[in-house]
Structure formats: C-alpha cells, structure tokens
C-alpha cells in the first residue's frame, strides 16, 4: 500500500490555525511582519483587505514572495533585457509618472520620441527623400498587429479601388513565427498561411514555398530577422526578389514586414547576409523591442514605416485632448513614457560603438558557448552562428560535422566571418549520445540546471519538426565571461550526473509540473470567485 498522498498546502495551513485568533484593530495600519512587530497577520491574497498596512510591511511581505522567483540575469531562456546604467535607472524613476499619451503636456517627452524615430528609421536605412514615420507601443506584439494592419488597410484599398472584393485575405509566415504573428491574423481576421520549416530552410520560413502559396488576396509577407527557436535570420532579401518575380509576373504587389522583434538592434551593428532592411523597396515597416536588444527595460517596441504612404489615413487618428491635438495610430493610448527617454539615453550613452561592442561580444560568448558543448562530443547546435559563414550543421552530430577538433577553436571575433544569427545557442544531444544513454531525458538537463538557479527551457520545434526537442538559452550583454565559463561547466557537470544516475534516479528527474499559479486560481474559488478554463486560458469570473 502507498504512503503518499496529495496534500493541499492551503488547506493544512488554513486548518491549524485558530479561529479568532487575530483580533481586529480599528487603527489605520494592521501590522505584520514587514513591520517588526508581528509575522502572525495572514497577507490578504484574493480580496482586498478592510484595513490598510504600513508601507514598509508591504514591501517587506511582497519582496519577500518576489525572493520564489529566478534572477533575472540567469534568466537565460528570455529575450528581453535586465541590465541598465544607475544612472538611466534614475532617470527613469524621474520620469515614471510620465504618460506617452500626454502630449500637449509632456512636449519634451515627446521631441525625445521623435528624435528616436529618426535614429531608429536612420539605422534601418531609409533612402533619402523619404518621410519615414513610426511610433513607440509597448513591444514587439503591438508594432507587429500595427504593420499587419497597415497591409491589410492599404490591400482592401486597393481592392476596392479596383471594384474588386476585399474578403478572405491572407498573409504569410513561417511556423516558426512567435504567437504574436499568429494573433495578428486571429484577431483582425486575416488567414494565416503558415509555411512549415525543415531543416534544409533552418528551421525558418522556406522561401520555396512562398510562390505557391501568394495570390490576390495575400496582403504581405512577415519575415522574421532572429527566430525565437534558433536565432537564424530568415532571408529577407531571397523573400523580396521572389515577390519581385511575382509582380513582374501578375502585376500584384506584396510588401513585406520585418519582425526584427531582437534581430533589427543586432543586425544593424554586427552586419548580415544578404540585405534586410528599407534599402529593398518591398520592405514596408520593420518593428523591434527597444526592451531585448534595444537594451532597455521591458514595456518598449518600435515600429517605424519607410514613408507616410504606407500608413494608411484611415488608421491614423486626430485626438484634441487635454488643451492639444495630436496624431495617435497605436492600439494603445496611455502608455509609460519612461522606456523612451531610457531607449534614447541608450543611443545617446553607447552610441554605435557601444551597441557594436556590445553585440560582438554576446555574439563571441555564443559562439564559444556553442563550440564549447560541440567539443564535449555529447551535443550538437541546431543554431549556426559558431559555424563559418556558408557552412551549415546538420543538426545531429555536433562534432563530426565539423571534421575535427582543431575546426572548433575560434581564430576569427570578426562577426561577418560567421553565419549571421542572433546570439542564442540552440542545442540537443547529438545521436551518439542518444544511443549510448536512451534512458536519458533532455529535460532532466533544464530541471537540474533550474536548481543551480538557471532557467534554460527544453521545448519543441515548430509543429512539423515538434519531434525535435532543443535547449536554448540567450546570450545577453549581461552573460559576462566568468559567468559564461560557470554556466559551461555547470552544464557539463550536470550532464556528466545524468550519465551516471540509475534508472529509478531518472525517472525521479521528470520535469515537476508548476501548479502555483493554477493553485492559486483554484483557491479563488474556495473564496468565493469560480475559475474556468477556456481556450487553454485560465480565467475567472467576477
């Protein structure tokens, strides 16, 4: 007979203490253990609470539950940035009241937006006698739904011009594109075509598959520069003379938008093959997150359109609000100023030297992350930005396919002498080592990473490689040296203890499910609040 058992923690807790055993206080604060007085208050958690705390309790009690999180510089599985200057960080708490929005009242804030529109449009080279126009939103997902938008409004106009009908449009991404691609066509009703990947395309959108798939109602083409998976850079410019080819052929004109989500601040200052930006004339509108690559803390994405022309009247809105009038074309409307006065303190501060040195150095560190796991023979990189410029792996050997050892030392920090890709490391084991140790689950490694306190995922490729399995992790400006040769060997020693663990000791190593959240709505319910699932989305009802 088994011993165990499930056990609700908040029930035990709530049965083992005593009814009545707080008294209610009519004084303004209650105190609790923030303030030195008593640990003993319950921290109210899914009502608000009848009486207020001292502040310094409140912080002390949310800190304190902040400490279950992961630290945000072995976040290695994130995108987006965790470092500034002390000196932007005051900056911001200046400025933190500050809405977007305001314009009337903030026209310095908003000189400051400006001008990083201009920079900005000026790095991702617009030609000259054009008006490039764009806005701040608050990331990536924003700016992406705003030049899919813009697609849409400019081929129903179009259309309608040419007394055509404007139903059943369509636009075209590879499935490897990040939720947000695929939320632009659910929620403005546009019909994703989505491109499987392979390994031939590196796991990115497969230019020979677009011709087939393009017709009269396909508004444009999302081209990812930095795929989340494996950090390649899906050809910007092979994508472009293939729509050239179509319009020579049909007369029908596709843009293209460039998801530069992080690729767009790396890019620019390392270089890439092939071209990518608004020198193609098919390029529309490039978006970013000032809040990744850009260097800035998150809450910040940029969208910038080659001309006015290609931001359609209808999407833009005059607003007289609060004494003023200004243009507003964002999905939002009050936004934090903050961010953009960090984003230009970045330009102004590193200037392109500094994002330059920046992006060569997290480039290297991954470059010798992925020689590093290559040359211990048991994994192979997915990702290809260690490999010289044209050579590709083949996604299973690791150091075969490299010929020999020697190939593996780095005798070149010169990015442009490598493939083109963002500093991420796409990693399995290699088939060699699958065989030898079958019993041995690739997640085993994340779990036991996740105790040294990194946070390195161990997730699928896209739907049509999903038996694909990889461990990524993201090499940020702040993965210095000495981390970086911790985290190498961490991941080594870890693997080294799977090898050598027993059968019952690898299945104990399943990866736990998280239930803290779930638990927490589910405890909502016992207060009076019912959960329910839809679409695989927790809500509750009120």
Request: aromatic share 8%; with cysteine.
């Amino acid at each position: 007979m088994s011993l165990s058992k499930h056990v609700d923690p908040d029930e035990l807790i709530a049965s083992l203490r005593e009814r009545g055993r707080h008294n209610h206080r009519s004084a303004t604060h209650h105190y609790v253990y923030g303030s030195r007085y008593s640990a003993g208050t319950e921290v109210p958690k899914f009502k608000i609470p009848k009486l207020g705390a001292d502040p310094q309790a409140v912080h002390q009690i949310i800190k304190d539950e902040l400490d279950l999180d992961g630290r945000p510089n072995l976040n290695l599985a994130s995108f987006v940035n965790t470092f500034m200057e002390p000196e932007c960080d005051k900056l911001i708490l200046e400025n933190i009241g500050k809405n977007l929005a305001d314009a009337d009242e903030y026209p310095a804030l908003m000189a400051i937006h400006a001008r990083c529109i201009s920079m900005i449009s000026n790095l991702w080279g617009v030609p000259k006698g054009e008006t490039a126009i764009g806005t701040a939103t608050t990331g990536s997902s924003e700016a992406i739904h705003l030049g899919g938008l813009a697609m849409k409004r400019r081929w129903q106009e179009k259309r309608r011009s040419e007394g055509k009908s404007t139903e059943h449009p369509n636009i075209l991404m590879g499935a490897n594109a990040q939720v947000a691609l695929e939320k632009f066509s659910r929620y403005f009703e546009v019909e994703p075509r989505i491109l499987p990947v392979s390994e031939g395309s590196h796991w990115c959108l497969d230019p020979k598959l677009i011709r087939e798939n393009i017709d009269e109602n396909t508004i444009g083409v999302f081209v990812i520069l930095g795929s989340t998976y494996t950090g390649h850079y899906e050809p910007v410019e092979e994508v472009s003379k293939i729509l050239d080819d179509y319009e020579k052929e049909t007369g029908i004109s596709i843009p293209i938008h460039v998801d530069g989500a992080s690729g767009a601040m790396v890019a620019p200052f390392v270089g890439a093959q092939g071209k990518w930006d608004f020198k193609l004339h098919r390029v529309h509108s490039i978006n970013t997150s000032g809040h990744k690559f850009g260097l800035v803390y998150p809450g910040l994405g940029w969208i910038v359109w080659r001309s006015e022309e290609y931001l359609p009247k209808d999407l833009i809105f005059e607003l007289h609000y609060l004494g003023g009038t200004e243009q507003s074309y964002t999905l939002n409307f009050s936004r934090p100023g903050a961010q953009v006065l960090a984003q230009y303190f970045n330009f102004i501060h590193l200037g392109r030297e500094g994002y330059q040195s920046i992006m060569r150095n997290a480039l290297q560190n991954a470059r010798i992350l992925s020689k590093a796991l290559e040359a211990s023979g048991w994994y192979v990189c997915l990702s290809d930005i260690h490999r010289k410029r044209g050579t590709w792996g083949d996604g299973h050997t690791g150091i075969n396919v490299m010929g020999n050892v020697k190939s593996l030392v780095l005798n070149d920090d010169d990015p442009i002498a490598y493939n083109s890709g963002l500093p991420v490391v796409a990693f399995r084991f290699n088939d060699e080592f699958r065989k030898s140790f079958p019993k041995i689950k690739q997640a085993s490694v994340s779990t036991l990473l996740r105790v040294k306190g990194y946070i390195i995922p161990n997730y699928n490729l896209p739907p049509n490689a999903a038996d694909v399995e990889i461990l990524r992790v993201v090499v940020r400006e702040s993965m210095s040296v000495d981390l970086l040769d911790t985290l190498i060997g961490d991941i080594l020693e870890t693997t080294e203890t799977l090898m050598k663990c027993d059968a019952v000791d690898l299945e104990s190593l399943a990866a736990p499910r998280n239930n803290r959240i779930e638990k927490d709505v589910q405890s909502m319910g016992k207060h009076g609040k019912q959960p329910h699932k839809k679409g695989g989305i927790l809500k509750t009802t009120c």
